[in-house]
């Protein structure tokens, strides 16, 4: 496979590299929208409930935008995965546009691969040649829906047909016509459904669409059980989500005949609103959308169906279809459309569940330990709008550390790769360090080069003193222990003895004698690393000079005292040092 491409544009010629002054004056060049009167609209008081009917088209509408275009492998390991996935729906090609399209519709029909309960759909333009083709390429499918669109707005019928409102009518009704008697010619085993974009609909008058699309039911006679699809394209996006939902109600309103028909959608992206647009348009009462996975279409693309699935689902709605393995789907579909999907795509890009900033890295810690603690079913934490489990991801990279991350983030990795759980005053002081780094490099902390910091801060800290080994003694008439310890002072074997209440109080009498060092310890704290009994233990040190300096030191042994030991050393290295 070639390597997914992260730049597809060529360089900017240089004299316009800098230049950073628009010299077109906008209103001059360009005009508002014109949005249809809808003053009565209801769409804004009906929420989502369901899923609407879906329809895949990234190999046909995303395929015909790609920069190497599928050939028949990349389009049956496409069409496999949007039939795992759970699409019933799929628009499979163009396939009197391309042998390659043709050829591919023959395979998935001759080789059986079209699942019993999955219709195809294909395109074709109202040319009768290309509609004679169409039908020889689906004879034999089990289910097909055939596609017929022209294009309605004003502009391409001035630009492109040359014909007014009654010549791009009669192309329509022509074309309809002749799909019409082509369903008649194909064995009686293939299904055949209707469905008829007046394309360019959203540069098209509201009356006008209405007319043509009512023009071309009179064709295809649908009934309510047996109904005609009308998708309404937004080709090119040209009017805010909301404009696009009242063409969408009006349409719906206005058209004679509208429980025979399913109104389909089939946003392109060109304003960055397609999802909005879907969304907005389905509470206007379309039932059903046409997009591709991640978004991959014409120019700024289709509307992306991942997203619009996954919103369905972070609202309590079942999408009815699988996202459960999205780094696979991501994966498939970048390796089909050889375009990437960008990093933070939402839900299925690489860092969409990734906080490096303190605060957000804080409040994820704590809303993970909130929803473990109380084994809650319902999801909330915070600026996590979904459980990355949910579509196969971990929380393993949920949480990264640069120079934006505070103690929380240092402490979710400490705790989430290696087991340890540092002490709250512990994570102030080594989040210093890590965010030192992070500052003084610019890059990301990765966790090996943490837990290398951590190791030659706190573990590898061995001068002056350095453990070795230890032995307690009772002394007789006291409560108190004696200690003796052998310990390297700054690499010289030694003994040193001293005594407390117990081994640590006793070391740290120990090193006073032995060094002047007059430090106390102000906090302990020690758990476990593995279960087990080979188990390791982690002791933390807090310790303090009568200046008030602060020092931790951590120890790690098998032998809890001896971790704890080690930990007093560590500490009093720190404090020697500082
Ligand atoms: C919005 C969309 O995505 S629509 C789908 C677009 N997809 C594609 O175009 C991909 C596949 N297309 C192709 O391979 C080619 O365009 C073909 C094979 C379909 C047609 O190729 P050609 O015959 O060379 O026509 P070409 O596309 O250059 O020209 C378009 C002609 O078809 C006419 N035309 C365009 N759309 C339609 C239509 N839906 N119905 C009838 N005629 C149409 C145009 O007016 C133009 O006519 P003219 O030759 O009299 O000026
Ligand atoms: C053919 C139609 C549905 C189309 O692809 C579009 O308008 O974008």
Redesign the pocket.
């Known amino acids: 496979m070639p390597p997914v491409v992260f730049s597809t544009t060529s360089p900017r010629p240089k004299e316009r590299q800098f230049a950073m002054t628009m010299p077109i004056d906008p209103t001059r060049k360009y005009q508002a929208f014109t949005p249809v009167a809808l003053p009565d609209r209801t769409w804004p008081n009906t929420p989502l409930t369901r899923a609407p009917i879906w329809c895949a088209v990234d190999l ?2 995303g395929n ?1 935008a790609l920069i190497e275009p599928m050939g028949i492998e990349r389009k049956v390991m496409m069409f496999q995965l949007l039939c795992a996935m759970g699409y019933k729906e799929i628009e499979v090609g ?1 396939p ?3 042998q390659t399209d043709f050829d591919f519709l023959r395979h998935l029909i001759d080789a059986g691969l079209i699942p019993s309960d999955v219709t195809i759909q294909v ?1 074709t ?3 009768e040649d ?1 509609i004679n083709r169409t039908f020889e390429a689906v004879a034999g499918a089990p289910s097909v829906i055939v596609h ?4 309605t707005s004003a502009l391409q019928r001035r630009v ?2 040359n014909l007014d409102r009654a010549g791009i009518t009669d ?1 329509a009704v022509r ?1 309809a016509t002749m799909v019409r008697e082509g369903a008649l010619r194909v064995p009686k085993e293939t299904r055949v459904r209707f469905e008829y974009s007046p ?2 609909f959203t540069g098209t008058e509201m009356d006008y669409a209405v007319e043509v699309c009512e023009a071309v039911m009179g064709v295809f006679e649908p009934t309510v059980d047996n109904p005609l699809i009308l998708n309404l ?1 937004a ?1 090119v996006e040209m009017s805010t989500p909301n404009i696009h939902a009242d063409q969408i109600e009006w349409f719906g309103r206005t058209l004679r005949g509208r429980e025979r028909v399913l109104i389909s959608v089939h946003p392109h992206n060109d304003r960055g609103t397609a999802v909005a647009a879907a969304e907005l348009a389905l509470m206007a009462g379309a039932d059903r959308v046409e997009g591709t996975l991640f978004g991959n279409g ?1 120019r700024t693309g289709n509307v992306d169906l991942v997203t619009l699935g996954l919103n369905l689902y972070t609202q309590g709605i079942d999408p009815g279809i699988d996202f459960s393995n999205l780094p696979h789907i991501r994966d498939v579909v970048e390796r089909c459309n050889r375009l990437p999907v960008h990093p933070r795509h939402p839900y299925a890009g690489d860092l969409v569940f990734t906080a490096f900033s303190g605060s957000h890295q804080d409040a994820i810690n704590k809303g993970l330990k909130v929803m473990r603690e109380t084994n809650q079913s319902l999801w909330e934490v915070p600026y996590l709008p979904i459980d990355p489990q949910d579509v196969g991801r971990t929380y393993e990279a949920v949480i990264r550390v640069n120079s934006q991350s505070g103690k929380g983030g240092v402490a979710y990795i400490m705790e989430q790769d290696y087991g340890i759980r540092l002490p709250r005053s512990l994570q102030v002081e080594f989040s210093k360090i890590i965010q030192k780094i992070a500052d003084e490099t610019g890059e990301e902390i990765t966790s090996p080069m943490m837990w290398k910091t951590f190791e030659a801060t706190y573990l590898g800290n061995d001068k002056p003193y350095a453990f070795i080994d230890h032995q307690t003694f009772p002394e007789a008439g006291s409560r108190e222990r004696l200690l003796t310890a052998t310990v390297k002072v700054n690499g010289a074997v030694k003994s040193v003895d001293g005594r407390g209440s117990g081994p640590v109080e006793a070391l740290v009498d120990a090193i006073r004698k032995d060094s002047g060092l007059a430090m106390t310890i102000d906090d302990y704290e020690e758990h476990t690393l593995r279960p087990g009994s080979d188990a390791q233990a982690v002791a933390f040190m807090r310790a303090s000079l009568p200046d008030g300096r602060i020092r931790h030191g951590v120890g790690i042994d098998a032998n809890i005292v001896a971790a704890a030991l080690k930990a007093v050393l560590s500490a009093a290295n720190h404090l020697a040092e500082a």
Do not use: C, K
């Open positions: 046909r509408d015909q163009f009197a546009a391309s395109l333009q109202a040319r290309l017929l669109y022209n294009s492109v047909f192309l074309g394309e360019s394209p080709t014409e």
